[in-house]
């Protein structure tokens, strides 16, 4: 099966640092002491176009269409995030390694190297990639100190949120199932043995990992150390299931669970499963109370993009910003920019620009 890196996105198209041997086809924009080039505006179109046609096929030229007048003030706007997330001292090394980690263990990858090669297979930069990751993780830091924990969340807008949601906060009932699976597939390391035995085994080990959670064993650590299952990393979480979507057999224990119970031994064709009911909705529109973290979340997004942008906003006007060539638009420029002052004099609007940069730090 072909593995394929996801794109990497924010709410912006971040394009690769633009490397020293680069060639310059010509500079649309200067930020501070950094430009913004033709080459990396063309990218990022591209790289929207790619983003739309992997989302929604049907509607990718209208998604495009929407967003496209946008891609110089978000090349503009990741640009100052990027110089703040420098001033604050921002790397994001660690996080890097996390997530490139993350990533090659989603794909079944055995090692780093493996996943430079299915990058470069893919026609990508590993570096390019990498720097595209750093950089989202730092506009994602820099926008939640500077932006999300400034933001406060009261309960009035809570209430006043979910009064006006009901309709969209109605649910079906449905439980959240973690699993600790033994696994009855025998490894290509294992010496051979009788299948009854192989079975008696993980029956026995089953057993042994019900009663240590039966006796107070945290189940999502038993199934981070022994579950062979593919969620064993996230303490064996399966999400959300509805009525409907579990075999009939299953369905009639769990949903009879409550939660936190923890079903006995289960036979299945990949082995011996032990099931645990973590929450258990039932239809209808819950209380408040309930679904507090839900609400406060959707109230969040709901307020963070016109926070973010009246704080863009604020670093536009305290950097130096010299937009746009002929033919290119800045969609989020503010009338308080600096800008490049005209004068009659060359000479003199050079002597102007200068000061305005050493008054902004930039020399």
């Known amino acids: 099966m072909r593995r394929v890196l996801p794109l990497i996105t924010l709410f912006v198209t971040i394009p690769a640092t633009l490397r020293p041997d680069t060639v310059v086809e010509e500079i649309i924009v200067h930020v501070n002491n950094q430009v913004i080039t033709r080459s990396e505006y063309q990218r990022s179109k591209d790289q929207l176009r790619q983003e739309a046609q992997q989302q929604d096929p049907t509607n990718a030229d209208k998604i495009v269409a929407e967003r496209e007048k946008d891609v110089l003030r978000d090349l503009i706007d990741q640009q100052l995030l990027l110089e703040k997330g420098k001033d604050l001292g921002i790397t994001a090394d660690t996080e890097v390694i996390k997530r490139m980690d993350q990533m090659r263990k989603e794909m079944n990858l055995d090692s780093m190297e493996d996943l430079e090669k299915a990058a470069t297979a893919q026609g990508v930069s590993f570096e390019d990639y990498k720097q595209n990751l750093r950089n989202t993780i730092i506009t994602q830091q820099v926008i939640g100190r500077e932006v999300g924990q400034k933001m406060s969340i009261g309960k009035e807008e809570e209430e006043q949120f979910y009064n006006e949601h009901k309709n969209q906060l109605e649910q079906p009932e449905q439980i959240r199932l973690s699993e600790i699976l033994i696994s009855t597939e025998k490894k290509s390391a294992e010496p051979i043995v009788e299948e009854s035995q192989l079975l008696a085994t993980a029956q026995?080990?089953?057993?042994?990992?019900?009663?240590?959670?039966?006796?107070?064993?945290?189940?999502?650590?038993?199934?981070?150390?022994?579950?062979?299952?593919?969620?064993?990393?996230?303490?064996?979480?399966?999400?959300?299931?509805?009525?409907?979507?579990?075999?009939k057999e299953l369905e009639d224990r769990t949903f009879a669970m409550k939660p936190g119970d923890v079903s006995d031994v289960i036979r299945t064709k990949q082995g011996f499963v032990l099931l645990k009911v973590a929450e258990h909705q039932m239809a209808g529109i819950p209380p408040l109370s309930q679904i507090e973290p839900k609400v406060q979340d959707a109230i969040y997004m709901q307020k963070?993009?016109?926070?973010?942008?009246?704080?863009?906003?604020?670093?536009?006007?305290?950097?130096?910003?010299?937009?746009?060539?002929?033919?290119?638009?800045?969609?989020?420029?503010?009338?308080?920019?600096?800008?490049?002052?005209?004068t009659t004099s060359q000479e003199a609007g050079a002597k102007e620009l200068k000061k305005k940069k050493k008054k902004l730090g930039i020399i």
């Open 204 to 247: 026995a080990k089953a057993d042994d990992l019900l009663a240590q959670i039966r006796k107070g064993a945290a189940f999502d650590e038993i199934a981070k150390k022994n579950s062979d299952g593919p969620t064993a990393a996230q303490g064996g979480d399966l999400g959300y299931f509805k009525r409907g979507t579990l075999a």
């Open 304 to 342: 963070l993009q016109p926070a973010l942008r009246a704080y863009l906003t604020k670093l536009r006007e305290d950097a130096y910003i010299d937009c746009c060539k002929p033919g290119y638009v800045d969609t989020g420029a503010s009338p308080n920019q600096t800008k490049p002052i005209e």
